[in-house]
Every structure is written in structure tokens, then in C-alpha cells.
């Protein structure tokens, strides 16, 4: 018989909902602050998101962006490389994804696949790893130097968490797609990934470009603390925006719009559930079960 798994968001300790709403609605409204403050000073902030899987990254990621204008804000997801991009120096392609004058980066994942997923997996050799591990301080180092403002973010979950997760991922048809082979394969290399982590600390957490840990079993907890740290980090400040009225609407001048006969319009599916009085569905957030991603 299978193992009972409970919501995440009504373990002991947990954050409940109504006062992450608030928080989180609050720190949206700073997001947009800094947002307005990169775009109208030209600067650049990098975002890393790092962790285990299932440790919650994805999950923060939506909450930072979900205010955000896209064409300021992008997060960087990179596919498993092309035979080009492997013959190519390592962080080159990531060096093609950093942000202009202006923008922000998020990685969900990033250069450090090669400290852990390939290092733990096997996909590097070892002289590959160390050269990662040797070039990679020096590489932040040049963007930190070059004005970029990097902050980097290590999603820490537990065993007893991330085996919580996966399980429902498993039982979820809309979240099925989200735990891969690969995933389940880290459940039994849990020590190995944990080693590949601490090495990386080890050589990576400098000064210039520190590493933030994310205590991420409450992902409630996790996401208002990752943004409240990244916005108490950044000297951003408010923007004046330009004053924005409404002009009346002009009279009608006699145009007609055709039959509505003539357009094809998507059928009214709303009307089925209302008619059968259903009661609305819990909104997306929680739908989640707060993020069991």
C-alpha cells in the first residue's frame, strides 16, 4: 500500500495561505519597482536558480516573473546542448543568454549543470569538472566586474521533501511531465549529489558571487524569502513614471459593425458549468497544492 503523502501546505510550521497572499502581493509590487529601477538605469541582473530537483525553483521563478513585463524579464531554461554547443567552450552559451542595457536574466538552471547533474551522472570527465570548478569564480568574477549585478540562489530541500514531491508529480497528470528518468535516478544518488554540492560551494561561494541557501521545504516560506532577500540586495529605487489619462471617447460617427453571424465565435463552454452550478475551482496557486513542483 502505498505511502501516505500529505499537501504540502498543511504540514506543521508551514506558511499558511492568507498571510503569503498578503506578503507575496506585496513583494510582486517591489518587484515592479525593481523592474522599472533596471530598465530605467540600464543595468543588468542575473538571477542563478540552482537546487536539487523538486527543490522549488520553478515554482519561485513564476512568483518573481508573474507581474513582470517579459520584455524586460526573461528566464533562461537551456535545452541539453547541441553537438556545436559541445564542442564550443563551456559557458559560451550561456554567455549569449546574459542580459543588455536594461533587462533581467533568470536561469532556471544554469552553467553549474556541470558542478552537479554531469559531474554526479557522468556526462563530464573529470578534467572537464575541475576545469569548471578553476574557471568558474573567474567567470563570475568577470560579470560581477563588468557591472553585471549576479545574485545566485541554492534551493535546499530534504529527502523525505523531494521523495514527497516526486511521488505526487507521479500522481498528477498535469504535473507528470515535470519528474523524467533522470529525476527518479536522483533518488538514488542523493549522497553523490550531496558531495558534488559541497565541492561546488567550496570553490564557488567567493566573495564577489556568494551563494544564498533556500531552505525550501516550505515553498511558501521558500519563494517570500528568496524575493524578499534578492529585493533587500538590490539598491533599486522608485521611477517616475509618466502620467498616463484616459482621453474621452469620441462620438460615434455612424460606422456599423457587421453581423456577429459572420464570425466564427469558440463554443461557450463556460455556460456548461454554469448551468450545472458547480462550485468554482480553487485557483491555480493552490491547485498546485503549493507547489508540489
Known amino acids: 500500500m502505498a505511502r501516505h503523502t500529505p499537501p504540502a501546505e498543511t504540514g506543521p510550521g508551514r506558511l499558511p495561505s492568507a498571510p503569503y497572499e498578503r506578503e507575496l502581493r506585496r513583494l510582486q509590487i517591489e518587484l515592479v519597482k525593481l523592474q522599472e529601477w533596471v530598465r530605467a538605469e540600464g543595468q543588468r541582473l542575473v538571477v542563478v536558480f540552482e537546487g536539487r530537483d523538486a527543490a522549488g525553483k520553478g515554482g ?21 546542448p547541441t553537438d556545436r554547443e ?4 563551456y559557458f559560451q552559451r550561456y554567455v549569449e543568454q546574459l542580459p543588455a542595457a536594461g533587462e533581467i536574466v533568470l536561469f532556471d538552471r544554469s552553467w553549474y549543470n556541470r558542478a552537479g547533474v554531469e559531474r554526479v551522472m557522468g556526462f563530464c570527465t573529470e578534467e572537464e569538472h575541475r576545469r569548471f570548478l578553476r574557471q ?14 549576479l545574485r545566485k540562489y541554492w534551493f535546499s530541500v530534504s529527502d523525505a521533501e523531494q521523495e514527497r514531491r516526486f511521488r505526487h508529480r507521479l500522481s498528477d497528470p498535469t504535473r507528470r511531465w515535470k519528474i523524467s528518468a533522470m529525476d527518479v535516478e536522483s533518488v538514488t544518488r ?32 521558500a519563494r517570500i524569502n528568496m524575493i524578499a532577500h534578492l ?13 498616463l489619462r484616459l482621453p474621452p471617447r469620441p462620438a460615434p460617427t455612424g460606422y456599423q459593425r457587421p453581423p456577429k453571424h459572420l464570425q466564427t465565435f469558440v463554443p461557450d463552454h ?18 498546485e497544492g503549493e507547489g508540489h513542483g
Open 86 to 89: 559541445r564542442g564550443q567552450w
Open 190 to 221: 542523493w549522497e553523490a549529489y550531496s558531495r558534488a554540492k559541497d565541492e561546488m560551494f567550496a570553490y564557488t561561494d567567493t566573495p564577489e558571487a556568494p551563494w544564498y541557501v533556500v531552505e525550501s521545504d516550505d515553498k511558501r516560506a
Open 270 to 287: 463556460a455556460a456548461t458549468l454554469r448551468s450545472a452550478g458547480r462550485t468554482p475551482a480553487p485557483d491555480a496557486d493552490r491547485a
Open 60 to 80: 519561485a521563478i513564476k512568483r518573481v516573473t508573474a507581474r513582470l513585463n517579459p520584455r524586460v524579464v526573461r528566464t533562461v531554461a537551456l535545452p541539453v
Open 231 to 243: 529585493l533587500s540586495t538590490v539598491p533599486y529605487g522608485d521611477v517616475r513614471l509618466p502620467e
Open 136 to 149: 568558474c569564480p573567474v567567470f563570475e568574477r568577470m560579470l560581477v566586474e563588468d557591472g553585471i549585478l
